[in-house]
T-cell receptor, first 113, second 109 residues
Framework: GAGVSQSPSNKVTEKGKDVELRCDPISGHTALYWYRQSLGQGLEFLIY????????KSGLPSDRFSAERTGGSVSTLTIQRTQQEDSAVYLC???????????FGNGTRLTVT | RKEVEQDPGPFNVPEGATVAFNCTYS??????FFWYRQDCRKEPKLLMSVYSSGNEDGRFTAQLNRASQYISLLIRDSKLSDSATYLCVVNKGAQKLVFGQGTRLTINP
């Protein structure tokens, strides 16, 4: 069956531009997470959606970062006025419900020049 | 104290050896535990869930010690292909899953 799908797989943007990253979770999965990972580093939690509850935004590094999840399915992570330190792989993951294992997408590699 | 802590390694062991990692967690109410592996420049993939009674999958054994609040992963007869970063994951009470920083393992021929 279809797994978690992320697009684009690669994105190169100029400093100061806005970018949108998309995540299509596995159908029926109620939980959706965004992480970012710099080369050689661990996963950095960004935001978590669970069903219709208010998202846990505690990991967003600045107000330039925002995310939404429409209709409990597709999610978009938006980074405004990108900076070079935003360069990383952005990973999306979904799980069937609370406490279930996560399934990751292949990630979006963002490069800010 | 971090919510989930792992020894970052690196662990370098010869092929065929047995290697074990521990992962400690701070929230005694945690209920779900997993081990993931992540290969270089790839996304994390579920290796195994960790059950209260312990569980085994081929050469891999996972155990949970609730009293001391840690989970462990044992790899027997290690293969070159086992080289990866191993991540433990713990649910934060009734909330989101939390990842450790990972333990890097290299199996040497």
């Amino acid at each position: 069956g279809a797994g978690v799908s992320q697009s684009p797989s690669n994105k190169v943007t100029e400093k100061g531009k806005d970018v949108e990253l998309r995540c299509d979770p596995i159908s029926g999965h109620t939980a959706l997470y965004w992480y970012r990972q710099s080369l050689g580093q661990g996963l950095e939690f960004l935001i978590y959606f669970q069903g219709n509850s208010a998202p846990d935004k505690s990991g967003l590094p600045s107000d330039r970062f925002s995310a939404e999840r429409t209709g409990g399915s597709v999610s978009t992570l938006t980074i405004q006025r990108t900076q070079q330190e935003d360069s990383a792989v952005y990973l999306c993951a979904s799980s069937l419900n609370l406490g279930s294992p996560l399934h990751f997408g292949n990630g979006t590699r963002l490069t800010v020049t | 104290r971090k919510e989930v802590e792992q020894d970052p390694g690196p662990f370098n062991v010869p092929e065929g050896a047995t290697v074990a990692f521990n992962c400690t967690y701070s929230n005694s109410a945690s209920q779900s535990f997993f081990w993931y592996r992540q290969d270089c420049r790839k996304e994390p993939k579920l290796l195994m869930s960790v059950y209260s009674s312990g569980n085994e999958d081929g050469r891999f054994t996972a155990q949970l010690n609730r009293a001391s609040q840690y989970i462990s992963l044992l790899i027997r007869d290690s293969k070159l292909s086992d080289s990866a970063t191993y991540l433990c994951v713990v649910n934060k009470g009734a909330q989101k899953l939390v990842f450790g920083q990972g333990t890097r393992l290299t199996i040497n021929p």
